[in-house]
Antibody
Framework: EVQLEQSGAEVKKPGESLRISCKAS????????IGWVRQRPGKGLEWMGI????????RYSPSFQGQVTISADKSINTAYLQWHSLKASDTAVYYC???????????????????WGQGTLVTVSS | SYDLTQPPSVSVSPGQTASIICSGI??????ASWYQQQPGQSPVLVIY???KRPSGIPERFSGSNSGNTATLTISGTQAMDEADYYC??????????????FGGGTKLTVL
């Protein structure tokens, strides 16, 4: 059974650093991209970035480039999302999700997220 | 950047058909996915590749995608279907094929 188990809720102060984790099980970790998605309170889903654990190839949404760091440790099947200096506006639930890649008509790529973690609530407050 | 637009809310009576639309320029040239999110829960994939249902998703969920609009249709809507729904595709207009795009979400109310 595929599972993505995320680390627990965090309460931090502005300016502090933080790393949250997403541990994968039930499939070959290095064969699928893992993405991170932010959901601020009462708001929609925002895609932050994605990593391929096989070779650590990483892509970021322009909105999050330079704001966070995505990494992975394939020896322990775990992906990470890291901040160096948190802001109050980083308060949100963060989800990791496994991305599937298929090929459709005319070799068009098909991307979707088939399994999601339970989410990690990050609260940043002074 | 590529944008997907959804209506903020849709209402439907139990047993009726609910349609949730997702609009984007030439969205029909891409593939759309749909996610259901119950309050306090993680999103769940309900439609991928425009019209395919993952294992375990009821047959009353269906999807289509043509022109500038993708549509999620829920036939015989049940109270348990009340949730937020998000469409998703990706942006390849800048050559960055890996840029995922979510719609703003639609709150489905069953009343």
């Amino acid at each position: 059974e595929v599972q993505l188990e995320q680390s627990g809720a965090e309460v931090k102060k502005p300016g502090e650093s933080l790393r949250i984790s997403c541990k994968a099980s039930g499939y070959t970790f290095t064969n699928y991209w893992i993405g991170w998605v932010r959901q601020r309170p009462g708001k929609g889903l925002e895609w932050m970035g994605i990593i391929f654990p096989g070779d650590s190839d990483t892509r970021y949404s322009p909105s999050f480039q330079g704001q966070v760091t995505i990494s992975a440790d394939k020896s322990i099947n775990t992906a990470y999302l890291q901040w160096h200096s948190l802001k109050a506006s980083d308060t949100a639930v963060y989800y990791c999700a496994r991305r599937v890649t298929l090929f459709g008509a005319a070799n068009t790529k098909i991307y979707y997220f088939d399994y999601w973690g339970q989410g990690t609530l990050v609260t940043v407050s002074s | 950047s590529y944008d997907l637009t959804q209506p903020p809310s849709v209402s439907v009576s139990p047993g009726q058909t609910a349609s949730i639309i997702c609009s984007g320029i030439k969205l029909g040239d891409k593939y759309a996915s749909w996610y259901q999110q119950q309050p306090g829960q993680s999103p769940v994939l309900v439609i991928y590749q425009d019209n395919k249902r993952p294992s375990g998703i009821p047959e009353r969920f269906s999807g289509s995608n043509s022109g500038n609009t993708a549509t999620l249709t829920i036939s015989g809507t049940q109270a348990m279907d009340e949730a937020d729904y998000y469409c998703q595709t990706w942006d390849s207009t800048t050559g960055h094929e890996e840029l995922v795009v979510f719609g703003g979400g639609t709150k489905l109310t069953v009343l």
